[in-house]
T-cell receptor
């Protein structure tokens, strides 16, 4: 069974640009969550999608957005990049709601560097 | 008060000993609790989940949950150098579809 796949693995972008990251969840998983990891702030929740609907959103500015497609694949977009957006972006997938269904498995992450 | 708190360490344990990692959480009605292991430069890997009070054992790992005291712990028996990593405690708050992570405890197993 394939794991969570994130693309690309590495990105270098310039301030002011925008970026789109992709995540393919484990087959059968309908929930996809996104997290930002930095040395100073640790793992911070961005948003969660289930069956194409955003159910939860973290405390990030509106420059951060996402969506989920009917096949459960998800994308996140960051517009007007700032230096502080440099981080490891992680996607996690799970079956969905309640108990063991919330067990989340992470992809390898996308390392974004903003210069 | 942070939602999930862990001692950041570093925690140093000799090979073969028991490593004990602790985590406290603030949301009293949280229902799901997880431990992740993260090697440097890698993504978090789920190693234990626990949902009810008591102990849950899986190989060399034991997770312990005490909802009354709002803490969850992870014991690693017969610690190996390959256990050296950062261990992240994560909690799913009641009604929320997200993981809230602690800052992680860096564990070093000394040969």
């Amino acid at each position: 069974k394939a794991g969570v796949t994130q693309t690309p693995r590495y990105l270098i972008k310039t301030r002011g640009q925008q970026v789109t990251l992709s995540c393919s969840p484990i087959s059968g998983h309908r929930s996809v969550s996104w997290y930002q990891q930095t040395p100073g702030q640790g793992l911070q929740f961005l948003f969660e999608y289930f069956s194409e609907t955003q159910r939860n959103k973290g405390n990030f500015p509106g420059r951060f957005s996402g969506r989920q497609f009917s096949n459960s694949r998800s994308e996140m977009n960051v517009s007007t990049l700032e230096l502080g957006d440099s981080a490891l972006y992680l996607c996690a997938s799970s079956y969905g709601t309640g108990g063991q269904n919330t067990e989340a498995f992470f992809g390898q992450g996308t390392r974004l560097t903003v210069v | 008060q942070k939602e999930v708190e862990q001692n950041s360490g570093p925690l140093s344990v000799p090979e073969g000993a028991i490593a004990s990692l602790n985590c406290t959480y603030s949301d009293r009605v949280s229902q799901s609790f997880f431990w992740y292991r993260q090697y440097s430069g890698k993504s978090p890997e789920l190693i234990m989940s626990i949902y009810s009070n008591g102990d849950k054992e899986d190989g060399r790992f034991t997770a312990q949950l005490n909802k009354a005291s709002q803490y969850v712990s992870l014991l690693i028996r017969d610690s190996q150098p390959s256990d050296s990593a950062t261990y992240l405690c994560a909690v799913v708050p009641q009604g929320a579809q997200k993981l809230v992570f602690g800052q992680g405890t860096r564990l070093t197993i000394n040969p």
